[in-house]
């Protein structure tokens, strides 16, 4: 895939997982091992249930585009 169709694709799928994150709570059903942004918290599923950590005074945790890879869950650092 060319470099300016990866990045697109790339906005447009962090976009879409940042629309997914703002539905979610803490009580929302999630598969083990998965990454995602609850509220202002970074969480990480585990047995069904996610399990938030605080970020930092001031700082959020949106799904990000990055230059080489595909969007990920950014700690705000």
Same mark, same amino acid.
């Given at each position: 895939m060319p470099?300016?169709?990866f =990045?697109?694709? *790339? !906005?447009?799928?962090?976009?879409n997982?940042n629309?997914? #994150?703002? %539905?979610? %709570? @803490?009580?929302? @059903? &999630?598969?083990? !091992? =998965?990454?995602? &942004? $609850? !509220?202002?918290?970074?969480?990480? &599923?585990? *047995? !069904?249930?996610f399990? %938030?950590?605080p &970020? *930092?005074?001031?700082?959020i945790? @949106?799904?990000r %585009? #990055? ?5 990920r $869950?950014?700690?705000?650092?």
């Open positions: 470099r300016a169709s =990045t697109l694709q *790339n !906005g447009i799928d962090a976009k997982l629309a997914q #994150f703002a %539905t979610l %709570t @803490p009580s929302s @059903p &999630c598969t083990s !091992g =998965t990454n995602a &942004c $609850v !509220g202002t918290a970074f969480a990480q &599923c585990a *047995n !069904g249930q399990v %938030t950590f &970020c *930092n005074t001031g700082l945790t @949106p799904a %585009t #990055f230059s080489r890879d595909k969007y $869950v950014h700690d705000g650092g």
